[in-house]
């Protein structure tokens, strides 16, 4: 069984994973890895954090000479700002608590539940760890997915589709490798210039008026093999894990499959796939309005997700709320935050798509080597294009 868990705080000295049930001989480098985190921090409209921070993950275990073992994998990603953290967010008694209390909670953010539910009278002890920095170790545990994926010739692409009001266009007939190229050289992962553009000077308004921008992002996975995911039990259904998985992403309200929401406009005719037959391609379609899922199960064309993100919570026009101290209302002050991380939350979107693809991939076929799970998956697209 593939899984995870991540620790850290936002402003302690590291992030960390461990990362069980990974197949032997997957090749991994650290700038492999690297490359992913890089992407992350990117897009226009993010914060001052971004100017402390340059994320490099390391491997503590379960990886040896650029091969992984089949043994846990423990990541660590470090937080530069920890340095002017350490003495207030120190583990043992020296920690000055004194210090930076916070007892303002920001609206939109997990501060008041969260201090209530846990009994918090300093509402830190739930900002550091609801952050969404914690997506930087999610993005180095989603990018061992990736390579797993690569190695069985799965290929993702991730771009933004929305920023605030502004949507981007596709070419017609655009391939994923074209779709790719053109989000890989936009700073928003924008495909359509034009759109780009358009969002740069929509971000520019909105942080010029203190406020912030959502969007959506959409994430195609192409050569997903056919059979993945089930429909005989709810918690088996690929659809319904890959909404978990984008939901849990920081700021993530909304997530469509295939046609999503659309499909509720229009009759079933302009909704469902037909189905055709050739000797050379076994089953096909000619539309993919289902995005590649029909039953919970993956039916071997792309499969395409999007996720809606809200605009940032912190906010330099000020929301209202209540001190939980003096329970005197009050404006929040804001010394930084992102403006709109909706390019950065689709690198995390990526993450978590391919970490859900291999849980399921390493569910159907098994195996404990990338050899064995190669001949497997190797078999199965064999057979499956006779039947
Ligand atoms: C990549 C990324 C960067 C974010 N940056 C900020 C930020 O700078 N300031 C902020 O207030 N919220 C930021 N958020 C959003 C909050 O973390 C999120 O809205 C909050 O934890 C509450 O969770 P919820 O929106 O899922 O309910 C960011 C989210 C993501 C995915
Ligand atoms: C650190 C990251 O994002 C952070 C997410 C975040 C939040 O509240 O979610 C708030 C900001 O952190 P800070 O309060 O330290 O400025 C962002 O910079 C990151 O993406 O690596």
């Not at 994973?17 to 993010?46: C, D, F, H, K, T």
């Not at 008026?209 to 959506?216: A, I, K, M, R």
Request: hydrophobic letters at 40%.
């Amino acid at each position: 069984m593939l899984r995870f868990l991540t620790a850290g705080e936002s402003h302690g000295p590291v992030l960390t994973a461990i990362v069980e049930g990974m197949v032997a001989g997957l090749p991994l480098s650290r700038e492999y890895v690297n490359r992913q985190l890089a992407r992350r921090q990117g897009g226009y409209g993010r914060g001052g954090r971004m100017k402390i921070e340059q994320d490099q993950a390391d491997f503590l275990s379960g990886v040896r000479g650029g091969l992984t073992t089949g043994s846990p994998i423990t990541l660590q990603v470090v937080n530069k700002d920890w340095a002017n953290w350490s003495e207030i967010m120190a583990p043992g008694p020296e920690a000055r608590l004194e210090e930076r209390v916070v007892t303002r909670p920001r609206p939109g953010h997990a501060d008041l539940a969260g201090a209530i539910k846990y009994n918090q009278q300093d509402i830190r002890n739930i900002l550091e760890r609801s952050s969404a920095r914690e997506t930087a170790v999610r993005v180095a545990v989603g990018t061992i997915a990736r390579a797993l994926l690569a190695e069985l010739g799965i290929q993702m692409t991730g771009w933004v589709r929305r920023i605030g009001s502004v949507e981007a266009v596709l070419e017609e007939e655009q391939t994923a490798d074209q779709l790719r190229e053109l989000a890989g050289a936009s700073q928003l992962l924008c495909p359509d210039g034009q759109a780009e553009a358009a969002m740069i000077r929509e971000i520019d308004r909105a942080r010029g008026n203190g406020d912030s921008l959502g969007g959506v992002f959409e994430i195609r996975v192409d050569h997903v093999p056919a059979g993945l995911g089930s429909h005989v039990q709810w918690d088996r259904k690929l659809d319904s894990r890959l909404a978990g998985a984008l939901m849990s992403i920081q700021a993530i309200k909304g997530v469509e499959i295939g046609l999503g929401f659309g499909a509720a406009a229009v009759p079933g005719s302009q909704v469902h796939d037909e189905i055709f037959y050739s000797p050379e391609k076994s089953y096909y379609r000619a539309t993919n309005r289902a995005g590649g899922i029909e039953g919970g199960i993956s039916n071997g064309e792309p499969l395409v997700v999007r996720a809606a993100m809200k605009p940032i919570p912190t906010l330099y026009k000020p929301l209202r709320s209540v001190d939980t101290g003096s329970k005197e209302p009050f404006t929040a002050s804001v010394e930084r935050s992102d403006a709109c991380a909706v390019p950065a939350a689709c690198v995390v979107g990526e993450a978590v798509v391919a970490w859900e693809i291999a849980v399921a991939i390493l569910e159907k076929f098994g195996g404990d080597s990338l050899r064995e799970l190669r001949e497997r998956v190797d078999q199965w697209r064999s057979w499956i294009r006779q039947v």
